[in-house]
Every structure is written in structure tokens, then in C-alpha cells.
């Protein structure tokens, strides 16, 4: 049975697959689908990990002896490269498909952390290669946010969204984890010359075997609908139902009032997304920048100096550093599996403000027990990790956020600018946090700090209780009208936030 055809109006197509992809129970396609493609934040949360173990490494004889300067430049152009990706993919992946960008993405990775291990020395020409090997890695790993997120709301039934977006974006974490475990082991049972090395090989011989896996997935049929490609998108559906019916599921008749009408638009570029975000949405984006770049600017900030802090307050060794990381990243993997189905039950609203406002205030708390000294180093890491068990859950609902408010034209590059914005506010948390720390002979200053940081999050959360969406069990179409709808071309759309009318 077709379920897609030429609507009445000249030029458009009417399809029900959006509302066939939202019926489709849980199956191994859709497990398949998050392992394959949830990785990058596995990846991300590796490379970084690796990146900061290794840095100091890297300024030693026996290895690359950069200069301190030379060193904290490696993370530095990472960054600048995560940004630059997420843009320039980010616009690739709404033009060219969302399987052609995930590929494409993380082969870049895979070669720009392969070529990093390969610097063999110091010389001017050598630091340059290093630095253009990270910004390669970085722009990767940066278009891969925007690839991702997109195909994996895009593929999930609206009921399970919530779950699996914040779940895949905790799994940051797991990433942080292994690479902490990966450098502990390398870095003490290698020559330091060899260690460092392996250490970045991790995630390319990691991308490999998932770059496998992710050659049988197919494109978001929904973005294969809003370009035209109606017999293709049925294709591709029509594939994941026969796969689901093998298995005994029954699938239940299509509501047709659940149908959409569009008309395929041609390549929808930046200024397109400008008029959607302070046009069409000004409100919600007013609500994206909020919680990306509050919950930015906290990680940042506590993650990036943690060791300064342990060591300088607590006398933590850097050797031992490693140990309070892992735990630190166990709490942070856990918020997201355990709180992310309440995003979908609870609701969006009340999970993201509360997330949000409960970490500022332990934060606040926490922050004052520390001016007290009334904190040890265990002590603390146990703090963190009960307030970025909840701060972790909100910040991965932020990624959810931006990327299903918006129409599905332009949702990778959202998610892309938004992510470049989180990501200039974030790079102000470490130098901040890292002057107020200092020499650790003014926990005062310190203490303003974590006040900071839990102000930043309570604005969050207050931006959530006002500005948030209830979009939870929601079709991607029923939140935000694609540009291409039929709806929106003959002027029906309801004001932001309003119900929308079935045809």
C-alpha cells in the first residue's frame, strides 16, 4: 500500500510517514541505529579525555617537548575545529542528507586523530601538523553533532525521542571513561613516546568497526521527503516495517489526518535559518541559546580545571587525578540513562527547568560547604557527581531541545549554530575558573566562582519553566511546521507554541 502520493495542490506531496515512523515500536533496527550513530559523543568525550591526559606528557624530552604554551594550544584548535565542523557540516548535512554526513564526519575524525599520532617531533613545521591534525579531528567530531542528532530524532517514534536523545548524549561520558582508562593504562605501561600515541589511535580503530555498522543504516526518510524523494523515503520505511512485521509486531492502521502536505523547496542555506530563528521563533531561540550556553559555560568551567582544583586545594597528585575523573564521569553517564525516560513522561518542561535548577542550587550548597572547608577531595568528587548526575541530564536535553523546535530543513545547521554559540560562551568557563583558583591560597575566590556557575544554571532553568516546550510524545512536524508545508506556504500556521491543525 502507498502511503505517499500528489496532494490536490499542484506541486506537493501528501504522506503519512512521518506519523509511520511515530507508530513503529522499539526493534533492533532502532538499537542498531543509536549504537551505530551515538557514538560520536562516545568519540568526543574520548578525544577530549585523552587530549587533557596527555598534555603535559607532550611537553616532556622523551616526547614532542612542546613548550606549556605550545601544549594548551592542542585542546584550544580542537575546539576551534568542533566549531568550524559543526557549521560547515552541519549546512552539508541539511543539503546533502544526513547518511552521506555521517559517514562523511567520521572519517574525517578517524584520519585527523590517525595523522595526530603521527607528529614525530617538535620543529616548527611538526607543531603546525599537529595543530592541523587536531583542528581535522575537531571538525569531525563538531559535524557529527549536527549529523547525528538530526537522524537520530528523525528515525525515533516521538514517544521514545526524549529517552534516547539524552541517553546518547550522556554517553559523553562513557567516552570520558575509557579514554581515562585508556591514557592510565598507555601512558604507564608504554615508553612515554609510545603512550601518547596509542592513545590517540583509540578512537580511530573505534570508528572503524562503527564506521562498518553504520554502512547498512539508510537516510532519515523524512529528510528524503521534504527533498522530493517521496519513492525513495517509502523505500526506506517501507524496509524498517517489513523488518519490525518479521518479528511478529503488529502495526496498528495510520491515522490520515496525521498526513503532511509539502512542497519540496530547493537548497535552504543560512539566511534561511536566520529568518527561522528570529523571525519565526524568536522564542525559542531565545530558549536554545539559554540552555546551551548555561550549560556550557558550567562543564566547561568544572571540568577543565577539576585537577587544578584537587590538586591545589586538596593535594591531589596528577597521577591519582585520573581516579576522581572516573568517578566524577560515572555520575555524569548515569543522570542521562536513568532520568531520560521522565523527559518523555514527566514532560520537557518539568524535567529540563528542574534538572536544571536542582544542580544550581547543590552547586550553590556545594559551594559553601567548600568555603567552609568543610569538603575533602572524596568528599567533593562525591558532590560533583550528585550535581552533574542531575546537571548532566539537563545539559544532553539541551541538545534534544534545538534539535527538534526547529523545521527539519534547517535542523543540522540549529543545532550546528547553536552548538558554535554554547561553545564560545563554554571557552570563558576555564579562564575564569582557572584565574579565581589560582595558586589555591584563596578559596574565596573560588567560592564566587561556584556561585557563579550555580547562577548560570538557575537562569536555565527559569528560561525552561517560561520559554520550554511541551514536546514530549509530540510528532517533529506537530513542534515546528517544515519549511516545505503546505500549511505554512498558504499562511495557516498558528502563532509560536500554539496547537496546529491536522489536514
Known sequence: ?????????????????????????????????????????????????VASAVTDKLTQPDTLHLSSTQAGLVATVYLIGEVVGALWFGHLSDKLGRRNLFMVTLAVYMVGSGLTALTLGNAVGWVWFLYFTRVVAGMGIGGEYAAINSAIDELTPARYRGRVDIAVNGTYWAGAILGTLGTFIFLRIMSPSAGWRIAFLIGPVLGLVILLVRRHLPESPRWLLMHGRARDAEETIGQIEREVEQLGYRLPPVDESKAIEIKPTSDIGYLALARVLFRDYPRRTVYGAALMITQSFLYNAIFFTYTLVLGKFYGVSANDAPLYLITFAVGNLAGPLLLGHLFDTWGRKKMISGTYLLSGVLLAITAWLFYLHALNATTQTIAWCVIFFFASAGASSAYLTVSEIFPLEVRAKAIAVFFAIAQCFGALGPVIYGHLIGDGSQPGRLFVGYLLGAGVMILGGIAAAILGINAEGKSLEEIADPLSSARRRTGMTRAEGAARPRH
Do not use: Y
Not at 15 to 40: C, K, N, Q
Open 1 to 49: 500500500m502507498t502511503f505517499t502520493r500528489e496532494a490536490p495542490t499542484p506541486g506537493t506531496i501528501r504522506s503519512l510517514i512521518p506519523a509511520r515512523i511515530d507508530r513503529l515500536p522499539w526493534s533492533p533496527f532502532h538499537t542498531r541505529m543509536v549504537i551505530a550513530l551515538g557514538v560520536a559523543w562516545v568519540l568526543d568525550g574520548l578525544e577530549i579525555t
